[in-house]
């Protein structure tokens, strides 16, 4: 919740308590050093016993709810017929509207499946903007994405409040290239991961709709960060500012035709969910559910999770909930911004984006600006943040960003607090920073197990100026 302080300033209050913690390191900056080297200039390569803050992803970090984790204890066991999935069922009814839901074992398991069903090869499926495994399992099934977010989705600074919305003309035109019968579907994503958390409006939802239906293509929602974009719609859009979570998401629900999700964000659990009302769609897609997942009432998930997650529908649709990651991500912007700090502004849904090419723009695209700037993160604060270019590969990516993720209700302010601090005095010291270049290289999405080495061994130039200024320790 915003709280006004007497000073004028807004600052994010917790609106819960902490009543088990997890001990976390931070080493000194030497230790951090001989991490980074060791893990080839790649953040997904350190362990987490070498990391302070980890914000490599809000995937699977969240905190749960002592309510969620009570209900793990009622877990029923049964390969068929589980009450667990009778609690997940009326869950996704009572809070999105959904007669028919099925769980899956993660929000990848519900794009195979998607896939599967409607891509067939020459299929086009129009998105507004891709996430890495969306587009992998629509290509791996023969088809191909389309992204049509309005160009000023790549601006990262920017005012506009909704960039993750379908530019209509771009939908319109592609569906007359192609012809309605070879788009499969239409994906809209709620805030937008890889152009920086950004959320669409819920007018641009029912345009989608319009048009999808006028040609008979199904609306899918992505909505693994439902509650984001939901929180981001009470306070960016007119109509909305009044209404509930709940209203919203129901709202936005009665629109689409099928919502899938990752439950490992919104939800603070691990699994995922495919629903809709259309039972024609659903039994489309159900034959192949024990086939990859599970049986229809579990899916690939344990019961344990699955009765969390019915709780934590119900709780991410509470405005406090709803809000607990969003908040802090605008908090960690605004401060950054005030220091200078490049970043991707409006602040997003779910995590901080540092803009690699403004922050070094002395590092040529060749040699991994964010890479780079996500190494030189972690040495000054041994914060974990996610360098990514949006494709995975050497096409030169529209964004280079270095995408600092704030799990829900996992850190506290003065840790965020440290992470602006340090991240600022990086900023004032940016010139020390060099390029990287890859030594083992991976066929594939290369980001997760590449090596590369720095230029110059810059790091130890960068090492030396933090020990100058805050001793050998932190
Ligand atoms: C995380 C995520 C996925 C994939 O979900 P997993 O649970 O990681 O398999 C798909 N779409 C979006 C928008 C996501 O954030």
Redesign the pocket.
Known sequence: MQIKLSNGSNIPVEMHKIKIVQKTYLNPIQERLKAIEEAGFNTFLLRTKNVFLDMLTD?GTNAMSDNQLAAMMQADDAYAGSESFYRLADAVEDILGFKFVMPVH????A?HLLAKTFVKPGSVVIMNYH?T??KAHVELAGGKVLELCGDEAFETASSNPFKGNMDLDKLNNAIKTYGADKVAYIRM??TT?LIGGQPFSIKNLRDVKTIAAKHNIPLVY?G??ISENAFLIKQREKEFVDKSIAEIFRTMMDIVDILYM????STAVRG?LIATNNKSLFDQILPWLPVYEGFATYGGMSTKEVEAMAVGIREMSEINAAGSGAEFVEYFVRRLDQEGVPVVTPAGG?ACHVDAKRFLPHIPQSEYPAGALAASIYIASGTLSMDRDANGNDVLSDLELARLAVPRRTYTMSQIEYAVDRIAWLYRHRDLVKGLKFVEEPPVLRFFFGRLESLNHWEKDLAAAFEAEFGPNF
């Open positions: 995937s993660q929000g990848r398991a794009e996430f495994t969306s994503e709620a991961n992505d693994s960060l990752s439950g490992r964000k995922g779910l």
